[in-house]
């Protein structure tokens, strides 16, 4: 398959932007070649400017869990905008999606839109810093929650708790305030809520860890962080950013039966418009401005165009049995991969939850990010350049899950099961 055509562009974008890209991971670094340039998409699939076909796994990082170019989306986007793209008002509109989500969501009784998933969750993070009074928040390793500031920190060397920021550019005080502690830690966390909960405004976590592989907890686990929180008077966060509609209307709070404080949301709930939002209680949530204290506002937050996408991807996700099918589709598709792998004794594992699965090259299940063999990733790259050339499109790291959306049909899954154990081969070959 020729990149010709990608490669002119990206040579142009990168005169254009840094790296070529508007968000990192796009420019192909972990694996090979240039990235693609996408042109259409429609279904399961997209073309590239070079007018090669391929199956999406990638889904646009999550949103499209509908496939693209769904025909009802679409079409709520196009009626929508034939009377303007934002009014800088409250609109019906939003009244219908904020009617949607929270009638159909056990835990959620008032929500907030804007416009991303970072977006969200700094909000997030500053009402529970503004509802307690308190200021530091304790986030864990391998999870994911956007480019906060206070969160792009993981643990430092020594002492485990105390962070080291992972990007330039954001003060030592900001990193100060957050405590970073490993996944499945049972006994690290009580320690660090009985020493420090007069500090600790919350507790964030990706309740399905999907940012640093998939790596799933136990139900156990994430229940014990419910107890403690409420014992210690610390909120918990759930970032269902992408585990938000995901894994059902009720995302991981519905699949676990947790109920977090607060929520927070992105990727799915805008049907591939840049969309966010968080929610909670009645009582928590009144702490937002205007009815209190903490500010946060946004120009075309809630605008209805956007809007309009959110209600009509929503509306199909509550279908009946929409999230039963794809997780029997996708579980077909990933232990199909398993089987083939188990016969060849290739050591890595399939790893599926709902629509979401990911390629783990170790036998053992993992349960916290240092467990991820680095070697693992020359594999992933390599079957990354392999399925490219066989028109399989993954997204470009050995650390990002893949997404199955409704359009994939099971015919798609099934040849792109046989295609990828050839790839298996050449991998471990
Ligand atoms: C994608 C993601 C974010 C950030 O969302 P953006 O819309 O990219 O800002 C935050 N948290 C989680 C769990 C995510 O997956």
Same mark, same amino acid.
């Given at each position: *398959? @020729? ?10 974008? @990168? ?25 259409? /998409? ?5 073309? !590239?400017?070079?007018?090669? $076909? ?34 800088? $008002? ?23 839109? =804007?416009?991303?998933?970072? &977006? ?13 009074? @308190? ?28 962070? &080291?920021?992972?990007?330039?550019? %954001? ?6 305030? $957050? ?5 499945? !830690? ?8 009985? #020493? ?33 929180? !409420? @014992? ?42 840049? =969309? ?8 928590? *949530?009144?702490? =937002? ?17 956007? *809007? ?10 509550? #279908? ?7 997780? %029997?589709?996708?579980?077909?598709? $990933? ?12 050591? *890595? ?28 990733? !020359?594999? +992933?790259?390599?079957?990354?350049? &392999? ?13 990002? =899950? /893949? +997404? ?23 991998? +471990?070959?």
């Amino acid at each position: *398959m @020729k990149r010709n055509n990608s490669q002119q562009l990206f040579d142009e974008a @990168k005169l254009l932007f840094p790296g070529g890209v508007n968000s990192p991971v796009r420019a192909f670094k972990s694996v090979s070649g240039p990235p693609l340039f996408i042109k259409s /998409g429609n279904g399961a699939h997209f073309i !590239d400017e070079d007018d090669n $076909t391929y199956l999406d796994f990638c889904c646009s990082w999550g949103p499209l869990i509908l496939g693209h170019n769904n025909d009802k989306i679409r079409e709520a986007i196009v009626k929508t905008v034939a009377n303007g793209t934002s009014f800088g $008002t409250p609109t019906k509109l939003g009244n219908e999606i904020g009617r949607l989500i929270v009638e159909n969501h056990r835990y959620l009784e008032k929500i907030r839109f =804007v416009s991303s998933g970072t &977006e969200a969750v700094m909000s997030a993070i500053r009402l529970a810093r503004g509802y307690s009074g @308190k200021n530091k928040i304790v986030k864990f390793e391998g999870c994911y929650h956007g480019h906060v500031d206070s969160l792009l920190v993981k643990a430092g060397s020594g002492l485990a708790t105390f962070g &080291e920021s992972t990007s330039s550019g %954001i003060p030592k005080s900001f990193v100060e305030e $957050t405590l970073v502690l490993g996944l499945n !830690d049972l006994a690290g966390f009580e320690k660090l809520l009985e #020493e420090q909960h007069n500090d600790i405004a919350a507790v964030i976590i990706e309740p399905i860890p999907a940012n640093n592989g998939l790596l799933l907890q136990d139900q156990n686990y994430l229940v014990w962080l419910r107890t403690l929180c !409420d @014992k210690y008077g610390v909120l918990l966060i759930f970032d269902e950013v992408i585990s938000g509609f995901r894994v059902g209307f009720e995302g991981a709070s519905g699949y676990y039966s947790i109920q977090p404080d607060i929520i927070t949301f992105g990727k799915i709930v805008g049907g591939g418009m840049p =969309v966010g939002a968080y929610g909670g209680s009645k009582e928590i *949530m009144s702490h =937002v401005a205007p009815d209190g204290p903490v500010y946060q506002a946004g120009t075309l937050s809630a605008n209805p165009v956007a *809007m309009a996408a959110g209600i009509a991807v929503l509306k199909q996700l509550l #279908e009946e049995d929409f999230y039963e099918n794809q997780h %029997i589709k996708t579980k077909k598709f $990933t232990d199909s991969i398993q089987r083939y792998a188990d016969e060849k004794e290739y050591p *890595m594992h399939m790893v599926q939850i709902g629509s979401i699965f990911w390629f783990a090259f170790a036998q053992e299940r993992i349960f916290t990010a240092d467990q991820i063999d680095p070697q693992g990733m !020359d594999k +992933f790259k390599v079957m990354h350049h &392999e399925l490219l050339h066989r028109g399989i499109y993954l997204g470009p790291s050995g650390y990002e =899950v /893949g +997404f199955i959306s409704a359009a994939h049909t099971d015919e798609d899954l099934a040849d792109a099961a046989i295609t990828i154990c050839n790839v298996l081969d050449l991998v +471990f070959g």
